[in-house]
């Protein structure tokens, strides 16, 4: 199976990268998500239950991350399981600027095995674009909530100084001390609190919205076959 696309954020690249880096921000990005884990330099662990009918179930993965090129690009790893079936894939997110735009573009390819490969490609491929495309919805929404939180932080910083009048302080000569030398990773285990995730109502209304935005003349048919019908009734 293999899956690529784009999508276009009102971000500048480093927001998007530093969105893209944030465990936090993944935890409530990532479709079904109940738990992200930090497990060392670039690897997660993660829990996702998912809601969708063609891969329904409930999923435990590792992935990992290298070939970092910051602010542009990565590779990433993911090897998967659940009840009815396995993944393993690869792929590669790349980050572009367009003006004030930033467009991320991704493909890659995955194996997949057990009951979940009797559903059929085009479901397969149909679920795993509808899962994507809710996630960097998502991640857009996280995006402009770090922006707004971060404007106001500045803005309460800036009112904080203009009341302050504390006088002057004489500057003290402090000693350096040096920096303790990184030992490793520290581990972080994020559990997403209920309704601050990506739930599958959530999923579900993305699908619904980008069903009717790419076909926007389907709700004048359905709406044109509904009077048809109550017409036909009325005159029956």
């Known amino acids: 199976m293999r899956i690529a696309g784009n999508y276009t954020f009102e971000a500048t690249r480093e927001e998007v990268w530093n969105a893209l880096n944030d465990p936090e921000v ?8 109940q738990r992200l884990d930090v497990v060392g330099e670039n690897e997660y662990e993660s829990t996702l239950k998912i809601g969708m009918q063609a891969v329904r179930g409930t999923y435990t993965g590792h992935v990992r991350i290298d070939n970092i090129v910051p602010p ?21 997110v790349k980050l572009r600027t367009d003006g004030a735009q930033t467009i991320l573009d991704y493909g890659g390819e995955a194996v997949v095995g057990g009951a979940i490969a009797n559903v059929g490609q085009r479901l397969l491929d149909g679920a795993a674009r509808s899962l994507i ?17 971060e404007q106001e932080h500045q803005a309460e910083v800036q009112a904080a100084l ?14 350096a001390i040096p920096a303790p030398l990184p030992t490793g990773v520290a581990q972080q285990k994020i559990t997403v609190p209920e ?11 993305g699908m619904v919205e980008d069903f009717f935005t790419r076909r926007p003349w389907l709700p004048w048919i359905l709406v044109a076959f509904l009077l048809g019908y109550i017409l036909g009734r009325r005159r029956a």
């Open 195 to 205: 309704g601050q995730g990506l739930s599958e109502a959530d999923v579900a209304r």
């Open 26 to 33: 993944l935890a409530r990005t990532i479709p079904g998500c």
């Open 133 to 149: 495309s809710q996630s960097l919805k998502a991640l857009a929404e996280q995006i402009e909530a770090r922006r707004l939180h």
């Open 72 to 92: 542009e690009s990565y590779d990433i790893h993911i090897d998967g399981k659940g009840s009815n079936g396995f993944l393993k894939g690869a792929g590669t």
């Open 162 to 175: 203009a009341v302050e009048e504390a006088p002057p302080i004489a500057p003290v000569a402090i000693e």
